[in-house]
């Protein structure tokens, strides 16, 4: 089974910094995609950042220039460097990636639990 495992969600005071990370396991043989995503009650999921073939690309307008993304292609990890955190950002935050599994020959979406990040004086 493939998992995606999240990690480092903290409390954190307004204009500090964080760094989450996520670690993709299993029999996986391909990922062509990795983003992350946040979520607070009542909205719906909201794709912060993702990377591919190498690069990064912010789709979010509130994270611009605060927010950063990282790929370790050798460990299957990516990690999202928050730096300004602002009350707003506070919310559960997803790893999300788009992986093809030994045997198969399509991609499918998988999801992490979630960590949660709370930003607060």
């Known amino acids: 089974q493939v998992q995606l495992v999240e990690s480092g969600g903290c409390v954190v005071q307004p204009g500090g910094s964080l760094r989450l990370s996520c670690a993709a396991s299993?029999?996986?043989?391909?990922?062509?995609?990795m983003c992350w995503y946040r979520q607070t009650p009542g909205n719906e999921r909201e794709l912060v950042e993702d990377?591919?073939?190498?690069?990064?690309?912010p789709y979010a307008d509130s994270v611009k220039g605060r927010f950063t993304i990282a790929r370790d292609n050798a460990e299957n990890k990516m990690y999202l460097q928050m730096n300004s955190l602002k009350p707003e950002d506070t919310a559960v935050y997803y790893c999300?990636?788009?992986?093809?599994?030994?045997?198969?020959?399509?991609?499918?979406?998988?999801w992490g639990q979630g960590t949660q990040v709370t930003v607060s004086s």
């Open positions: 990377i591919l073939s190498g690069g990064t690309t």
């Open positions: 299993g029999s996986i043989i391909d990922i062509v995609a």
């Open positions: 999300n990636a788009r992986i093809k599994r030994y045997g198969n020959t399509y991609y499918r979406n998988y």
